[in-house]
């Protein structure tokens, strides 16, 4: 009997320490809906959980949540794209610095009947403009992520205050492929980012119609949670995979996905 109690902790003993071993081994990443749903996570964490035996377990929702999620200490890392907003994130303290790792653009989409006539255009806040002079119908993703800022940025740019109150601007409050969704079923205009749109298959009627501004650009960073302010964050794994990130096996794994042959991110890591 007592050597069946022996048993029984030594077991425990060690079930208890490959639970730690495997806890340790493993981080939360809280990031965009773009970066999940255009297929990126599914190319660059492979090759990154072989390489380190870490197991990255994504959340993917609006910037602002991705932010939220960091600042409770629910994640050890954030990968967004609001540069204001992730560096208030650091001057708020969650974060000791913010590290750039790639970009792509934004895009105009809307109906090839294009009743705001804005096809072809370059410049964004006008293409905005006459939408909302023709009061033709734009889709919102209204959930306070890096593309809905980047969209209020734009509205302001072109001196227009837009609300929910206004029956032509549609707020979904969702993520990207739901909100292009519902500018497909209504042929409505949209801004994404060209990722998401490169995956997206339910297009019906919509296409691309302003591309191209300056204003367009659409730069991702990273941010590992600080550990002063929540000592739960994995900061060695953690670092392991912002080491990694913007390293040149990182950088050319980013490099590399494509859709359709089209490249879909660019990494810049300085």
């Not at 740019?157 to 497909?184: C, F, H, R």
Request: glycine share 10%; charged share 20%; aromatic share 10%.
């Amino acid at each position: 009997m007592k050597y069946l109690r022996i048993q029984f902790f030594s077991i425990f003993f060690l079930l208890t320490l490959v639970s730690q071993a495997y806890a340790q081994k493993s981080i939360v990443l809280s990031s965009t809906t773009s970066t999940e749903q255009s297929g990126l996570f599914g190319h660059i964490l492979p090759p990154f959980e072989k390489k380190t035996g870490i197991q990255v377990k994504v959340v993917a929702v609006g910037t602002g949540q991705a932010l939220d999620i960091g600042r409770r200490g629910d994640a050890d890392i954030v990968f967004v794209h609001d540069k204001v907003a992730e560096e208030k994130f650091v001057a708020d303290g969650f974060a000791d610095k913010r590290i750039e790792v790639m970009y792509n653009d934004f895009i105009l989409l809307g109906p090839k009947s294009d009743p705001a006539k804005v096809a072809g255009g370059k410049d964004i806040q006008a293409a905005l403009k006459k939408i909302a002079d023709s009061k033709s119908t734009f889709v919102s993703r209204g959930d306070k992520s890096g593309t809905h800022a980047a969209e209020l940025r734009y509205w302001k740019g072109a001196d227009i205050t837009v609300s929910s109150s206004q029956p032509w601007y549609k707020e979904t409050g969702s993520g990207m492929g739901p909100a292009l969704n519902t500018a497909s079923g209504m042929n409505g205009y949209i801004l994404s980012d060209r990722a998401t749109w490169l995956t997206f298959k339910n297009r019906g009627d919509l296409t691309i119609l302003v591309q191209g501004d300056p204003k367009l650009f659409n730069q991702y960073g990273v941010m590992l949670v600080s550990s002063a302010k929540h000592p739960t964050v994995k900061k060695a794994e953690g670092q392991a995979f912002i080491d990694w990130l913007i390293s040149k096996e990182g950088q050319d794994t980013i490099a590399s996905y494509k859709v359709a042959g089209e490249q879909s991110f660019f990494p810049n890591a300085k």
